[in-house]
């Protein structure tokens, strides 16, 4: 064998071996990509499956829930074209029948008492999932401009009732102990914090109601009249544990500015 032919040899099989090697960094590339996104669906799946099921049931509307089964779908749809082993046509056939329940009206909704500082800021930190979340999807297209703003700002709005359901909540109970001051205090942030939504009526008309609970309750204490008071603050209590359901409360804060 001459020079020349051991020369081509070698030759060839470097050229083999680097196509060899090069291919299978594709490979492993293209799996990594592959696994990358296959984790990165499934966590959007993860994530807006937690806030479905655990933002508290009165605080979500049906908007809001469509728009989170709409993402569930999506991160399906993405899974299934991956061929993932996970359990995507369960998800499928889970999110479609929560999804018919939904715009047949359906669906249960099982309100959550926010009765603690941790269990408010827990549903703060899901709120603000949820804000980040819409405006993804605003920015990668999969939902308009009109419904990403309509959207973020009810979302701000729940954020600010969060925290006035927990001095509503600590109200309650210093009336309870008879701590009136105290309780006047709770419904003043409470008032405060529902404020911070002026663009909403629904809001607007809460506020309202914390400033007649306010005036009762200091009206009814300085009279001694106690038992008059809690009947009162009884149907006070109801408006605002179910005001955000409340189609009559709603009409009247579409027109009572």
Wanted: aromatic share 6%.
């Amino acid at each position: 064998m001459d020079t020349t032919t051991i020369v081509l040899l070698l030759a060839a099989i470097v050229t083999v071996s680097i196509v060899i090697i090069v291919l299978s960094q594709m490979r492993e590339r293209a799996r990594i990509e592959r696994a990358r996104k296959i984790t990165a669906q499934e966590d959007a799946y993860n994530r807006a499956f937690r806030l479905l099921s655990e933002i508290p049931g009165q605080y979500l509307t049906a908007d809001l829930k469509l728009l989170l089964i709409k993402r569930m779908e999506e991160a399906c749809n993405e899974l299934a074209g991956l061929k993932s082993n996970l359990p995507v046509k369960q998800w499928q056939e889970s999110a479609a029948d929560l999804k018919k329940q939904i715009l047949e009206k359906r669906d249960s909704t099982t309100p959550v008492k926010i009765d603690s500082p941790e269990k408010s800021n827990y549903v703060k930190e899901l709120l603000q999932n949820l804000f980040k979340m819409i405006e993804g999807m605003h920015k990668s297209g999969r939902i308009d401009a009109g419904t990403a703003k309509k959207n973020l700002k009810y979302v701000l709005f729940l954020v600010h009732k969060t925290h006035a359901d927990l001095h509503v909540f600590q109200a309650r109970d210093h009336v309870r102990q008879n701590q009136i001051r105290k309780a006047i205090h709770a419904y003043h942030l409470a008032s405060t914090e529902m404020g911070k939504s002026r663009d909403n009526p629904l809001a607007m008309k809460a506020v309202k109601s914390f400033r007649t609970r306010i005036k009762e309750l200091e009206a009814m204490s300085a009279e001694g009249n106690d038992g008059q008071y809690h009947e009162s603050q009884s149907k006070l209590d109801r408006e605002w544990d179910t005001f955000l359901h409340d189609d009559e409360w709603k009409k009247k804060a579409d027109y009572d500015d």
